[in-house]
C-alpha cells in the first residue's frame, strides 16, 4: 500500500470543504490585516484632530466591520476545518479497522501490541495534522504572499521586491533550514517514542514475565535510559526552536524598520498621505502570524512520515501474510515433522533480528523446552512455526510445505496452550467444543475426563452444562487450563505448543497440570517454551535462547553432565531434585 494512499484520498474526497476551509483562512487574515490597517490609518487621522468625526467614521465603521468579521470568520473557519478532520479522523480509523480485523491473527502476531495501539492510537492522530498544521497554513502563507507583493508592487515596484526577498526567508529558507536542522532528529525522537510507547505496553501486558524473570530493575533502568535519551533529543529540538522564532522575528523586525523607512520616505515625497504611515507598519504584523508558522509546518514533516510507514507496515502486513497462505497445503495429517533451517527474523529493517540464525528439527513425538529470558526470541520462534510470520531468511517447513503456506488450515496442524487461554461467557461443553465443533458430547466427555475434569464437573450444578462466566472465572487458574487442555485434546493435532501455561499456578497445581499433559499427550510432539526448568528431565531436548540465538542444548542428563551454568539453574529452580 502506497504511504500516501493515507493522504491523499482524502483531498479529493473532501475536495469542496477544503476549498472552502481554505478561502475562510485567507479570509481570516486578510481581515486581521485590514483590521491592523484601518486601526492604524485611525489613530494617525485622529491624531490630526479633525474638525468633523464624519471624517473619520469611515475608518471607524472599518475598525468595527473588521473587527467583528475577523472573529467570525475566524470561528467558521476552525469550524470547518475541525469537522473536516474529524470526518477524516473516523474514516481513517475506520479504514485501519478493516486492515486489521480480516487478518487480525496474522497482523498480531507479525506486529508487536504496542505497534498495532500505536498506529490505532498515536499515528493516526498524528495524520490529521498534516491538514490543519502543515499543508493548509503553507497554502495559505503562499497565497498571501503573492498577494503582498502584488499589492506593495502597485505602490512601488521595488520595495516590493525587498519585501518578497524578506518574505521568502521566512516561508522558504528558513523552512528549509529548519527541516535540514531537524529532519534527522524529528525522525529518530517519533521513532524512539514509538519505541518507548511499544516498550511500556508490550512490558505491562507481559509484566509477569518480567516479575517472573526477576528482570524487573533492569526493565525500569533500561526504560529510564531510552526516556533520557528521548529527553535530550527534545531538548535540541526545542533550542532550534528557539533559535528559529528568534530568526523569524529578526526578519518580521527588519521588514518592520523596512517598511517605517519606506512609508516615511513616500509621506516625505508626497507619493502617499501621511496617515498611511501607521497603517503600513501596522499590517506588517498580522501577515507575519501567516509567513512564521510555516517553519514549524515543515518541521513536522518528518513525523508523518515514520508514522505513514508504520502504517503502511501494518496495513501490508495482513495481505503478505494472505498471500503466504495460499500456496499448496497437505491434507490433514496425523503426523507432522517440523523443520527449522538457518532460521533469521526481524520486526523492522532497522530492529536486531529477533531470531538469529536457529536451526532444529522436530520429528513426530519429539519433545522439546525452549527457555530463556523475556526477549530472548522464543515468541517470535513460536510464531515462525505456527506460520504467523515468514522468515527473512532460512526456512521453516512442516511435512516439507512451508510453515505460512498453511494459513487457516494450521489449527489442523498445531495447537498452542498458553498461560492466558480464551474461555467464554457459555458451559463447560461449548468452551471445550470449540476444539473440534462436529464433535460428539461423548467425544467432549472422553477430553473432558483425559483433562482430570471428572471430579471437578461431577461437583458443578450442572455438570458439563454449567456456565464458566466471563474469561471463566468460576473457576480457579488450574481449572481454567485444564479446561483448555481438554479443548486441545479435542483438536487432536499432532503438535502441541506449550506457551507458559503454568504461569500463576502454585507448585503443586503446576507440577499437577504438567503430569496430565504430559500423559494425556503421548506420540505428539511438544514444543514448550518456559522460564524455569520444572519438568525439563521428561524432555528429549533443551534448548536455551540469548537475543535470538541458541547458546546451549542438549538432553537434561547432557547440559547436566557439562554445562555449569545449567546445573546452577537446574539447582534452583528445583531445589529439591
Same mark, same amino acid.
Request: proline fraction near 4%.
Given at each position: ?18 476549498? %472552502? ?57 476552525? +469550524? ?62 503562499? *497565497? ?25 526567508? %521566512? ?21 524512539? /517514542? ?5 516498550? #511500556? ?33 527534545? /531538548? ?103 523443520? #527449522? ?8 529493517? @532497522? ?27 522464543? &515468541? ?28 487457516? /488450515?494450521?489449527?489442523?496442524? *498445531?495447537?498452542?496452550?498458553?498461560? &492466558? ?21 461423548? @467425544? ?8 482430570? %475434569? ?19 472465572? /468460576? ?24 506457551? !507458559?501455561?503454568?504461569?500463576? +499456578?502454585?507448585?503443586?497445581? !503446576?507440577? @499437577? ?49 557439562? @554445562?555449569?551454568?545449567?546445573?546452577? %539453574? ?8
Amino acid at each position: 500500500m502506497k504511504q500516501e494512499s493515507w493522504i491523499r484520498p482524502y483531498f479529493r474526497w473532501y475536495s469542496g470543504r477544503f476549498t %472552502l476551509y481554505l478561502i475562510l483562512g485567507v479570509l481570516t487574515l486578510l481581515s486581521a490585516g485590514m483590521l491592523m490597517f484601518t486601526s492604524g490609518f485611525l489613530i494617525s487621522k485622529s491624531a490630526m484632530q479633525p474638525y468633523n468625526i464624519l471624517l473619520v467614521y469611515v475608518p471607524i465603521v472599518g475598525v468595527r466591520t473588521f473587527g467583528i468579521s475577523r472573529a467570525v470568520i475566524h470561528y467558521v473557519e476552525r +469550524l470547518v476545518g475541525h469537522d473536516t478532520v474529524l470526518r477524516i479522523l473516523a474514516k481513517m480509523r475506520v479504514r485501519l479497522y478493516r486492515v486489521l480485523e480480516p487478518q487480525a491473527l496474522f497482523i498480531r502476531s507479525r506486529f508487536r501490541t504496542g505497534d498495532i495501539l500505536g498506529a490505532l492510537a498515536d499515528d493516526i492522530e498524528q495524520l490529521q495534522n498534516v491538514y490543519i498544521r502543515t499543508v493548509f497554513p503553507s497554502v495559505v502563507a503562499l *497565497i498571501l504572499y503573492a498577494a503582498t507583493v502584488v499589492a506593495m508592487g502597485l505602490f512601488d515596484v521595488t520595495f516590493a521586491l525587498l519585501l518578497a526577498a524578506y518574505i521568502f526567508v %521566512l516561508v522558504v529558507v528558513l523552512p528549509y533550514l529548519s527541516l535540514w536542522f531537524t529532519r534527522r532528529t524529528n525522525e529518530e525522537v517519533k521513532r524512539e /517514542r514509538n519505541g518507548l510507547y511499544q516498550k #511500556l505496553t508490550d512490558a505491562v501486558m507481559g509484566i509477569g514475565d518480567w516479575v517472573i524473570s526477576g528482570r524487573t530493575a533492569e526493565f525500569l533502568k533500561s526504560y529510564a535510559q531510552d526516556e533520557a535519551a528521548v529527553a535530550r533529543k527534545d /531538548r535540541k529540538l526545542r533550542a532550534w526552536a528557539r533559535w528559529r522564532s528568534f530568526i523569524g522575528h529578526f526578519v518580521v523586525g527588519l521588514v518592520v524598520v523596512s517598511m517605517v523607512y519606506w512609508a516615511g520616505g513616500e509621506a516625505a515625497a508626497g507619493r502617499i498621505d501621511a496617515t498611511l504611515i501607521a497603517a503600513f507598519v501596522l499590517i506588517v504584523f498580522p501577515l507575519s502570524d501567516a509567513f512564521l508558522p510555516v517553519s514549524e509546518a515543515v518541521e513536522r514533516t518528518p513525523q508523518y512520515r515514520v508514522s505513514l510507514d508504520r502504517l503502511a507496515r501494518i496495513s501490508g502486513g495482513g495481505a503478505e501474510a494472505v498471500e503466504a497462505a495460499a500456496g499448496e497445503v497437505a491434507p490433514r495429517t496425523a503426523a507432522a515433522d517440523v523443520r #527449522l533451517r538457518d532460521v533469521r527474523f526481524a520486526y523492522a529493517a @532497522e530492529d536486531a533480528d529477533s531470531v538469529d540464525g536457529f536451526s532444529l528439527d522436530f520429528p513426530q513425538g519429539k519433545r522439546v523446552m525452549v527457555i530463556g529470558r523475556s526477549g530472548a526470541g522464543k &515468541s517470535t520462534l513460536l510464531k515462525l512455526i505456527q506460520g504467523a510470520l515468514a522468515p527473512s531468511h532460512g526456512t521453516v517447513q512442516i511435512n516439507g510445505i512451508p510453515a505460512a503456506a498453511y494459513g487457516d /488450515r494450521m489449527p489442523e496442524v *498445531i495447537s498452542v496452550l498458553n498461560q &492466558s487461554p480464551h474461555l467464554f461467557d457459555t458451559t463447560v461443553s461449548n468452551n471445550i467444543r470449540l476444539g473440534r465443533p462436529e464433535a460428539t458430547d461423548e @467425544e467432549i466427555g472422553r477430553a473432558a475426563q483425559a483433562a482430570q %475434569l471428572g471430579p471437578l464437573v461431577a461437583a458443578l450444578p450442572q455438570g458439563m452444562n454449567t456456565p464458566m462466566r466471563e474469561t471463566g472465572r /468460576r473457576f480457579s487458574g488450574g481449572e481454567r487450563q485444564r479446561v483448555a487442555l481438554a479443548r486441545i485434546l479435542l483438536q487432536d493435532t499432532p503438535v502441541l505448543i506449550l506457551d !507458559e501455561p503454568t504461569v500463576g +499456578l502454585d507448585p503443586r497445581t !503446576e507440577r @499437577e497440570l504438567l503430569a496430565t499433559i504430559f500423559r494425556t499427550t503421548q506420540g505428539k510432539s511438544l514444543i514448550w517454551v518456559t522460564h524455569h526448568l520444572v519438568g525439563a528431565e521428561r524432555m528429549d531436548e533443551i534448548v536455551f535462547m540469548e537475543h535470538g540465538r541458541v547458546v546451549m542444548r542438549g538432553s537434561h542428563a547432557e547440559l547436566l553432565a557439562r @554445562e555449569p551454568r545449567y546445573r546452577n %539453574l537446574y539447582r534452583l529452580d528445583c531445589p529439591e531434585e
